[in-house]
């Protein structure tokens, strides 16, 4: 089965850290670039990381430059997203992305999103 699962949200205070992970399966994990999304409460889904093949190259968006962390271990099938010194516009529910990709079967998927884990930043 082709899928991502997310893990790792929770309630957090300001200033604090969290680690989210997303574990893949049903595709040939290391051939294919990751990134992580969020989608607060009444906005639009915004991208907040990749990290490429290789994991030589790695992007974020202004918002989270210098506090998060995108990384990818290709033994287990799993890429992360260190946060750190969350803040409040921080909240969201944080999704895994991959795509365009061939799964193992031979299909082709086009854009395939795990189920999301909410990361909510509050005192």
């Known amino acids: 089965q082709v899928q991502l699962v997310e893990s790792g949200g929770g309630l957090v205070q300001p200033g604090g850290s969290l680690r989210l992970s997303c574990v893949a399966s049903?595709?040939?994990?290391?051939?294919?670039?990751l990134m992580w999304y969020r989608q607060a409460p009444g906005e639009e889904r915004e991208w907040v990381a990749t990290?490429?093949?290789?994991?030589?190259?790695?992007n974020y968006a202004d918002s989270v430059r210098g506090r998060f962390s995108i990384s990818r271990d290709n033994a287990h099938n799993t890429v992360y997203l260190q946060m750190n010194r969350l803040k409040p516009e921080d909240t969201a529910v944080y999704y895994c992305?991959?795509?365009?990709?061939?799964?193992?079967?031979?299909?082709?998927?086009?854009?395939?999103w795990g189920q999301g884990t909410q990361v909510t930043v509050s005192s």
């Open positions: 992305n991959a795509g365009p990709l061939v799964t193992t079967g031979g299909a082709f998927v086009r854009e395939l």
């Open positions: 049903g595709f040939s994990f290391r051939n294919f670039g």
């Open positions: 990290i490429s093949v290789a994991e030589d190259r790695t």
